[in-house]
């Protein structure tokens, strides 16, 4: 099982990223996926979840309405749209796998499978 992300850089406050993550080894069905992020000094959270099927989505507050999560089950890809960036969303971004992960899908133990991470730097 292999996880890689990409698309992180720097960017200006108010501006967008979109990130991927590509997954391998194994098929995402019955997994739910989730976008995590850890600045310095701060705990992992989890910043947008989607369950395989796409029928249930969650966000972190701070980005709900500025974030979308998205997945292409075909090329077993999902992404995270991020528009209207702050300063405050300067983190290293992962993703992460896992089957039954249930209502709790913010918890980082939830997950065995991560990806390396990505920088996302937002800054004038």
């Known amino acids: 099982v292999q996880l890689v992300e990409s698309g992180g850089g720097l960017v200006q406050p108010g501006g967008s990223l979109r990130l991927s993550c590509a997954a391998s080894?194994?098929?995402?069905?019955?997994?739910?996926i989730t976008w995590f992020r850890q600045a310095p000094g701060k705990e992992r959270e989890g910043v947008a979840s989607t369950t395989q099927s796409g029928a249930a989505q969650n966000y972190l507050d701070s980005v709900l309405g500025r974030f979308t999560i998205s997945r292409d089950n075909a090329e077993n890809t999902w992404y995270l749209q991020m528009n209207n960036l702050k300063s405050e969303d300067t983190a290293i971004y992962y993703c992460a796998v896992d089957r039954f992960v249930g209502s709790q899908w913010y918890l980082s133990s939830k997950y065995a499978y991560w990806g390396q991470g990505t920088q996302v730097i937002v800054s004038s």
């Open positions: 080894g194994f098929t995402l069905h019955y997994y739910t």
